[in-house]
């Protein structure tokens, strides 16, 4: 703990916080509870290495529009608003709530979308495009369907008849409940792709309960809502789908052995297909 705490303490001077909580930390950053003349926050500090400055600015671009609010940022470090009770989308969904959880997706994506974020200097493909490369398949994503999944992946680059900067993780972890400004979207990557790429995400998601959510059946009621709520092309939701979810099995396979993403990953890949008979 001690340890967590020194990699805080210049920030923790710098903005004049005070700590209120244990310190903790992520794959990725420091994090430590705060407060400063009554207003709770969260301080995360970035680690050597951590993808995590691309969504510090995409938060400070949309100025709390569908987002958590910066409160204090800089090239290493960023506070956020404390999210209060913070309840996930994801309890919605294993309550029972799916359909009205994946109109809160859409509901969250228009208001990312009504920010009009410059999408300048935040990236497209090219980090996920490489794990194609990089790693082996893992059963039962077959090498033939990590190489479809390629190919599907470069047409869909291809064809983009325009592209918006996206949060480019919105899966139901990423979405909290605040009792004040309702729902509220954390830990964007900053990605810019077209709209129907965003939806891959929560496609694959709550994954603690696969064989109930990312059935062909479960995926193409949730496609039905998401297409006609966003006016996007099915098939292009669910090629982004097979695409994108083929890059996590792959990605999750050895960085995030957890059991359940390790089934849940392949499976939305492998429904997508079905949808998409390919």
């Given at each position: 703990?001690?340890?967590?705490?020194?990699?805080?303490?210049?920030?923790?001077?710098?903005?004049?916080?005070?700590?209120?909580?244990e310190p903790f930390e992520t794959h990725s950053s420091w994090l430590a509870y705060v407060a400063r003349d009554k207003v709770r926050g969260v301080l995360k500090v970035f680690?050597?290495?951590?993808?995590?400055?691309?969504?510090?600015?995409?938060?400070?671009?949309?100025?709390?529009?569908?987002?958590?609010?910066?409160?204090?940022?800089?090239?290493?470090?960023?506070?956020?608003?404390?999210?209060?009770?913070?309840?996930?989308?994801?309890?919605?969904?294993?309550?029972?709530?799916?359909?009205?959880?994946?109109?809160?997706?859409?509901?969250?994506?228009?208001?990312?979308?009504?920010?009009?974020?410059?999408?300048?200097?935040?990236?497209?493909?090219?980090?996920?495009?490489?794990?194609?490369?990089?790693?082996?398949?893992?059963?039962?994503?077959?090498?033939?369907?990590?190489?479809?999944?390629?190919?599907?992946?470069?047409?869909?680059?291809?064809?983009?008849?325009?592209?918006?900067?996206?949060?480019?993780?919105?899966?139901?972890?990423?979405?909290?409940?605040?009792?004040?400004?309702?729902?509220?979207?954390?830990?964007?990557?900053?990605?810019?792709?077209?709209?129907?790429?965003?939806?891959?995400?929560?496609?694959?998601?709550?994954?603690?309960?696969?064989?109930?959510?990312?059935?062909?059946?479960?995926?193409?009621r949730r496609v039905a809502i998401y297409c006609e709520r966003l006016g996007l092309e099915r098939r292009r939701v669910l090629s982004w789908c097979f695409a994108r979810n083929?890059?996590?099995?792959?990605?999750?396979?050895?960085?995030?052995?957890?059991?359940?993403?390790?089934?849940?990953?392949?499976?939305?890949?492998?429904?997508?297909m079905a949808l998409l008979d390919c």
């Amino acid at each position: 703990m001690t340890d967590i705490r020194s990699h805080l303490e210049a920030h923790f001077a710098k903005w004049r916080l005070t700590p209120d909580g244990e310190p903790f930390e992520t794959h990725s950053s420091w994090l430590a509870y705060v407060a400063r003349d009554k207003v709770r926050g969260v301080l995360k500090v970035f680690k050597p290495g951590s993808d995590e400055a691309p969504g510090a600015r995409y938060l400070a671009a949309h100025h709390g529009s569908g987002t958590v609010q910066v409160l204090e940022a800089d090239e290493a470090a960023i506070v956020l608003e404390r999210i209060v009770p913070g309840t996930t989308l994801t309890e919605l969904s294993l309550s029972g709530r799916d359909d009205e959880a994946t109109h809160i997706v859409c509901d969250v994506i228009e208001k990312l979308q009504r920010a009009h974020a410059p999408a300048a200097g935040f990236a497209a493909h090219e980090d996920q495009k490489a794990e194609f490369e990089r790693r082996i398949a893992i059963p039962p994503l077959t090498a033939d369907i990590a190489a479809r999944a390629r190919t599907r992946f470069d047409e869909l680059e291809a064809t983009q008849a325009s592209t918006v900067l996206l949060h480019g993780d919105l899966h139901h972890d990423n979405i909290l409940f605040d009792a004040e400004r309702g729902w509220l979207a954390i830990d964007p990557k900053g990605i810019v792709a077209d709209l129907a790429y965003e939806i891959a995400a929560p496609l694959r998601n709550p994954y603690q309960r696969s064989a109930e959510f990312l059935t062909p059946e479960a995926m193409d009621r949730r496609v039905a809502i998401y297409c006609e709520r966003l006016g996007l092309e099915r098939r292009r939701v669910l090629s982004w789908c097979f695409a994108r979810n083929c890059v996590a099995a792959l990605w999750y396979a050895d960085r995030t052995p957890v059991p359940e993403r390790t089934k849940a990953w392949p499976l939305a890949t492998l429904s997508a297909m079905a949808l998409l008979d390919c």
